[in-house]
């Protein structure tokens, strides 16, 4: 992990290439992606991604990427586009503070066995939704050509209430961002399900 370089902001030492340079590729990882866990036979694992840096670094990808351990997303950023009432919620709930809540407030947030509370619910959404936010504003800003961040994608949540093993919209809150800059964002979904 010594080679991943803390992101900041501002830090754009090169603009757009030539068209005879190489394409610049940001590479977003945290390696506590790999310690959240929703829960034993639950189809979702983060793991996976912690596996998918291994092949990077064994490999020797990461040489000709740009490697970044990006910022938690903050409730301002998660709020872009989610419900204040369903991040502060996100926020609160824990394996334990949930057995004290009312069942209607767990249905509220379609909160259960696809989406499940775990430990480090919250952190583990500021984790992968900051490393696309980062993502995006890197392109917005013209330091990166090409964003890879292997945790997000989980485009199933909603306004106000996660969906589909997904708790907070990375790719809509990624899109916000673009159209700071951008007038049109072309979005290609690969998943056997579409996005919401």
């Not at 030539?18 to 639950?42: C, K, M, P, W």
């Not at 917005?140 to 996660?162: F, M, P, R, T, Y």
């Not at 964002?185 to 056997?192: E, N, S, W």
């Amino acid at each position: 992990a010594d080679f991943v370089a803390v992101m900041q902001p501002d830090d754009c030492p090169n603009r757009r290439p030539e068209s005879t340079q190489r394409l610049r590729v940001d590479y977003f990882y945290d390696e506590a992606i790999g310690n959240f866990h929703y829960g034993e036979g639950h189809p979702m694992r983060p793991h996976r991604v912690r596996l998918t840096h291994h092949l990077v670094v064994n490999y020797g990808l990461y040489k000709h990427l740009n490697v970044f351990r990006p910022r938690p997303a903050s409730r301002a950023d998660l709020t872009a586009f989610h419900s204040d009432d369903y991040i502060r919620f996100l926020s609160d709930v824990t394996p334990d503070s949930m057995q004290d809540l009312n069942p209607g407030v767990m249905e509220r947030y379609n909160m259960g066995e696809d989406c499940p509370v775990f430990d480090g619910l919250y952190e583990y959404c500021q984790t992968y939704t900051g490393g696309s936010i980062a993502g995006a504003a890197r392109i917005n800003q013209g330091c990166s050509d090409i964003v890879i961040n292997w945790a997000g994608g989980l485009h199933h949540a909603k306004k106000g209430e996660a969906s589909g093993f997904c708790y907070t919209n990375d790719i809509v809150l990624s899109i916000l961002e673009l159209l700071k800059t951008f007038s049109r964002v072309l979005y290609i979904d690969i998943d056997i399900h579409h996005g919401d």
